[in-house]
């Protein structure tokens, strides 16, 4: 099991240091999961919610409205 925010003594951080340190491990998974492959069935899933993304685009939130309900945009 992880360990827990508090575990980690991450619990006193702010909303926008949480956030920003979420990016950034966010950042550091993506980076090195463009140095693996990727197989043939998560590659179809991905092209799978791609599709149903651009067939719809209604369905999903756009990031930078996110960032802006969390107060991280003005």
């Known amino acids: ?3 827990t ?5 991450l619990d006193a951080l702010s909303p926008e240091d949480r ?3 979420a990016q950034a491990l966010w950042d ?3 980076d090195s ?3 693996e492959s990727i197989t043939p069935e998560v590659q179809a ?3 799978r919610r791609a ?6 685009p209604s369905r999903g939130v756009a990031w930078e409205k996110v960032r802006r309900r969390l107060g991280l945009l003005t």
């Open 19 to 21: 956030f920003a340190l």
């Open 28 to 30: 550091s998974v993506h």
């Open 51 to 56: 599709a149903l993304s651009d067939a719809d």
């Open 33 to 35: 999961l463009e140095q």
């Open 45 to 47: 899933e991905l092209e």
């Open 1 to 3: 099991m992880p360990p």
């Open 5 to 9: 925010l508090r575990e980690l003594g």
